[in-house]
């Protein structure tokens, strides 16, 4: 029943652009934090930026400021993730995953999706 399914993922060149779109529904949407993740192979999950179900406040991990903007549309029940000046080490798997509150822990969020590829070669 509840579902989040990321898409928007492949493959560009350093300095490229792609732009995440997570699909939500099943749950109420508006009550729900959403949050982007990122895994690279044998690492660990982390991670990459929030938006807030209240007032619709970002949060960016350190790295991707400034070159990453999340956004939501509450009537689409949609968040994307559009992802500017990528780098090599941006590549990995994107995970969206909804929260009562935003949440940089893996634990923490109550749903997750099946995660879609970046692979950003240089």
């Known amino acids: 029943e509840v579902q989040l399914v990321e898409s928007g993922g492949g493959a560009v060149q350093a300095g490229g652009s792609l732009r995440l779109s997570c699909a939500a529904s099943?749950?109420?949407?508006?009550?729900?934090?959403i949050a982007w993740f990122r895994q690279a192979p044998g690492k660990e999950r982390e991670g990459v930026s929030c938006i807030t179900s209240s007032d619709g406040n970002t949060f960016y991990e350190d790295s991707v400021k400034g070159r990453f903007t999340i956004s939501r549309d509450n009537a689409k029940k949609t968040v994307n993730l559009q992802m500017n000046s990528l780098k090599p080490e941006d590549s990995g798997v994107y995970f969206c995953?909804?929260?009562?509150?935003?949440?940089?822990?893996?634990?923490?969020?109550?749903?997750w999706g099946q995660g879609t590829q970046v692979t950003v070669s240089s």
């Open positions: 099943g749950f109420t949407f508006d009550d729900y934090a």
């Open positions: 995953a909804a929260s009562v509150v935003c949440t940089w822990y893996t634990e923490t969020p109550d749903y």
